[in-house]
Each structure stands twice: as structure tokens, then as C-alpha cells.
């Protein structure tokens, strides 16, 4: 039996065309189990594959498997910048932020780079259940946008969906123009725009939550797709917790997340 472990896996992405490293915890008893459920919970705009311990949320899942509120689930943190996890640029490139002069933009085939290359080391290198009933996905913030738009433009892939604090904005902000080049690109990749015009699988689960001093709003975005995705049929929660749009409000509600990926 091994104890809490948390590997980093090095892989230099051919898409991407950089070094993009990720954290992946495995439960304890991980060798001798049999192939387990994998949750990819992606980081916001200013974070990296540390949301992990940043979180806590290896540490939270180990007891919570232990004390068996949830069952083995392995959690892989990959690294996609800021980038909103879209295809935006045929070739990989950096650009100042137009909202925060610290802050950089990460442009280039990001999408692509986490469905066709991250979902398959993954499943390659880590004994996992190879198919969407096994395959969950989830973020904060951005990653949240991210989250949701993977599982709803690849519903083949993935049977949960969690956006906590997402990014969903009612509409195209100037400061987050520089990664869509047109009304096009923004629907394309729109959780809201996407649950609003498509079929969504009758078996996809979907968690939505925000805090009620979001700075964003972002509570107002998680009702809407809520309502759309009820309205098809969809099992959607949407909670509003206390809290602002920060890493302390994630903290806080990570046992809430596990519970719902967990089973």
C-alpha cells in the first residue's frame, strides 16, 4: 500500500510546442486497484498545475477516500496557462494582457493540446477507466470556463462537469478580446452559447457554484447555463456559497466538489 502520493509528470507537448508539466495524485492502495475514475481540475488565469496543493485538494480526497466518503479517484492538475483552454492561435505565442500590465496572455492551440495529447498520457501512463464514464472534469475560475466547454464540445469524453466560479460572462468584455478573433470564436467556446444550441448528452452531470460577492458575477453566468441546461433535461446543480472570486472560496468547498465527482 502506498501512502498519499502525488507524481509530477514532465512532457514536453508537440502541439504546443513547450515543456507543460502536471500534477497527478494517485489514492492510496493506487497499485493494487483495479482502473479508476480520473477528475482534471484546471486552474485559473494566474495559476498552474500547484492548484493542486494550493487547494489542498490531494490531501482533501485522501481523507475523504479514507473515511470513505468518496471512492479512489485519481486527480490530474495540467498545466494550461492562461489560455481559457481554447484553440486560439496556430502558433504558440505570449501577449501582454490588456486587464492586468503583470499579466500575460497565452495564445495557441491549447484545446487541442489538452484533448489530444493530456487526456491520452494520462490515460497511458496511469491505470484509469479509459472512457467517459470514468472521465470527469473540472476548474476554478477560468479553468472552470475551460472545464465546461471541453465537456460540452467533447461530450464523448467526459460524463461530469464542474465550473466552480467559472468564467461565464453574459458577454464579450473588451479585456477578453485578444483570445477571440471574432463573435465566432466567443460562441464556439461559450458554455453558455454551446448548452443553449446543441444537444447535450441526457447523462451528463453538471455543478455549477459561484460566491455571492464574486467580483465577477460570475453567479449570474452559472444561473443562466443552469436554467438551459434544466430546461433540456440535464442534471445541473447551481449553488451561490459565501465567498469572493479567490483561492480561499475554492478552499473552502473542495469537500463539496470531491463529493460530487467522487460518486
Known amino acids: 500500500m502506498n501512502k498519499l502520493r502525488v507524481e509530477k509528470v514532465n512532457f514536453y507537448s508537440d502541439i504546443l510546442g513547450k515543456e507543460m508539466p ?40 485522501d481523507r475523504m477516500i479514507k473515511d470513505r466518503e468518496i471512492k479512489p479517484i485519481i486527480i490530474a492538475c495540467p498545466r494550461i496557462e492562461n489560455s481559457r483552454g481554447l484553440n486560439s492561435s496556430l502558433i504558440c505565442k505570449e501577449i501582454p494582457d490588456p486587464g492586468n ?4 496572455i497565452n495564445l495557441g492551440m491549447y484545446e487541442d493540446y489538452f484533448i489530444e495529447e493530456i487526456v491520452p498520457l494520462t490515460d497511458k501512463t496511469f491505470n484509469t477507466i479509459k472512457d467517459r464514464k470514468g472521465r470527469y472534469i473540472g476548474g ?4 472552470g470556463y475551460a472545464a465546461l466547454h471541453n465537456a460540452f464540445r467533447h461530450q464523448h469524453m467526459f460524463s461530469k462537469a464542474g465550473g466552480h466560479m467559472p468564467a461565464l460572462e453574459l458577454k464579450l468584455e473588451e479585456e ?29 452531470d453538471v455543478y455549477l457554484d459561484a460566491g455571492d460577492k464574486d467580483e465577477g458575477n460570475f453567479y449570474e453566468g452559472c444561473s443562466v447555463l443552469h436554467k ?36
Open 176 to 204: 477578453d478580446k485578444p483570445y477571440f478573433k471574432d463573435m465566432d470564436v466567443w460562441e464556439k467556446y461559450d458554455p453558455i452559447y454551446i448548452a443553449k444550441n446543441n444537444n447535450i448528452f441526457s447523462d451528463m
Open 101 to 104: 500590465n503583470n499579466r500575460i
Open 140 to 143: 476554478a475560475s477560468a479553468g
Open 22 to 61: 502536471m500534477l497527478v495524485y494517485l489514492p492510496e492502495g493506487y497499485n493494487s486497484l483495479t482502473p479508476l475514475p480520473v477528475l482534471y481540475f484546471l486552474h485559473g488565469r494566474s495559476g498552474n498545475e500547484n492548484i493542486m496543493f494550493e487547494t489542498g485538494i490531494n490531501t482533501i480526497a
Open 228 to 263: 438551459i441546461l434544466k430546461g433540456k433535461g440535464i442534471n445541473s446543480q447551481n449553488y451561490i456559497f459565501p465567498g469572493n472570486h479567490s483561492a480561499e472560496y475554492i478552499q473552502s468547498n473542495i469537500e463539496k466538489y470531491l463529493k460530487f465527482y467522487g460518486y
